[in-house]
């Protein structure tokens, strides 16, 4: 690419990490961070932590966490839920459970996703009390809750 901009850059990520090159992905991943820095953004961080959660990349995951702190896109739906995915499925629920609470704002996606990841690892009690705390819920928030009663 002689002139990449965002959107080039997160195309090629996406397409790698989307089709199973988590080694390409993660090559254009580091030079974004080292020619583009100014074009990481929302989906940049998105298609890096989906993809450092289906592959268990643990430490580039952390690594991500603090450049998501650093450019302020934490309470992002778009970056908060796989951030939180992240962590659950890495086996850290409860550090997910820890960066939820402080999250700043949380939306309906978010409260999903964290009330799924601790049903599965089997905390109801925790899943039922967020899921009872919520102000809007929506169809997966009551499916999420029905099936993991059953």
């Avoid at 090559?27 to 592959?55: E, P, R």
């Avoid at 998501?68 to 992002?76: A, T, V």
């Avoid at 999903?112 to 925790?126: A, D, F, K, Q």
């Amino acid at each position: 690419m002689p002139f990449p901009d965002g959107a080039s850059w997160n195309l090629a990520l996406s397409g790698y990490a989307n089709y199973g090159s988590s080694t390409y992905a993660v090559g254009v991943y580091k030079l974004m961070l080292k020619d583009a820095t100014m074009n990481l953004n929302q989906i940049t961080f998105s298609t890096m932590l989906i993809l450092c959660s289906n592959c268990r990349l643990m430490d580039l995951g952390r690594q991500i966490h603090g450049l998501i702190l650093k450019f302020g896109f934490g309470s992002y739906v778009f970056v908060g839920s796989p951030f939180l995915d992240m962590y659950a499925k890495l086996g850290l629920i409860f550090d997910a459970k820890g960066y939820y609470d402080e999250m700043p704002e949380r939306n309906v996606v978010m409260c999903n996703t964290m009330i799924t990841r601790l049903m599965r690892h089997g905390m109801v009690e925790e899943s039922k009390h967020l899921f009872h705390g919520l102000k809007e819920r929506d169809s997966i928030s009551w499916t999420t809750m029905i099936s993991g009663l059953m």
